[in-house]
Each structure stands twice: as C-alpha cells, then as structure tokens.
Nanobody, 124 residues
C-alpha cells in the first residue's frame, strides 16, 4: 500500500504562487519506482490531469503538463524526502479546485494510489 498526503493549498490572489507538496509512504514503497502525478477537480467539473513525473526507474524523470498550465506550473521530486512538489506560478481563477496527488507503479497504465486532496482557491 502507498499513502499520499498533500499539503500547501490555500487562498491566493490571481497572479500569485503556491507550492503543493505530496508526501508518499508505504511499507514497501520505493519512490524511484513510481510515476507521480497531479490532478485537479473544479466544482461541477470532472477531474483533470495537471502534471506528471515519470519514475526514475523508467526514465530520467521526464515531465509532462496540461496545456493550460505549461510555463506556469513545475512538477519536481525530492527522493530523500519521498515528496513530490507542484510549484504553481501566475495563478488564475480558473486554477481553482481540489488538487490531488497520485502514484502509479512505473509500468502501470493507471494511477492506483490517490491522496485526499488539497484545496486551491484563486481570487480575481
């Protein structure tokens, strides 16, 4: 089992920044073998992909982003802390939502483990 705990959400004005953190743990959890992702869900909308980081065991940790956040958000990891981050700059009101961290084993097609989510609210 893998446990994911997000933190860092809050209320910020448009143009501001936030950094989300996701701490991963588990009895047999090996951080380098998991791809990590961030997703978000706005009120009344379906959950959508935000950013992902491939497993170090699979590649050199390639990143990918939704078009709506490219150039503004950065995903990164700290292997020593088993933590993945989402640095969010130039925030817009449309970035408002609950942000979820997710993990999948490096060869899996789907994310199996999810955090409880952290609220991000951007005021105009």
């Amino acid at each position: 089992q893998v446990q994911l705990v997000e933190s860092g959400g809050g209320l910020v004005q448009a143009g501001g920044s936030l950094r989300l953190s996701c701490a991963a743990s588990g009895r047999t959890f090996t951080f380098s073998r998991y791809a990590m992702g961030w997703f978000r869900q706005a009120p009344g909308k379906e959950r959508e992909f935000v950013a992902a980081l491939t497993a170090l065991s699979w590649s050199s940790g390639d990143t990918s982003y939704a078009d709506s956040v490219k150039g503004r958000f950065t995903i990164s990891r700290d292997g020593a802390k088993n933590t993945v981050y989402l640095q969010m700059n130039s925030l817009k009101p449309e970035d408002t939502g609950v942000y979820y961290c997710a993990a999948r084993y490096y060869y899996a097609d789907e994310y199996r483990y999810w955090g409880q989510g952290t609220q991000v609210s951007v005021s105009s």
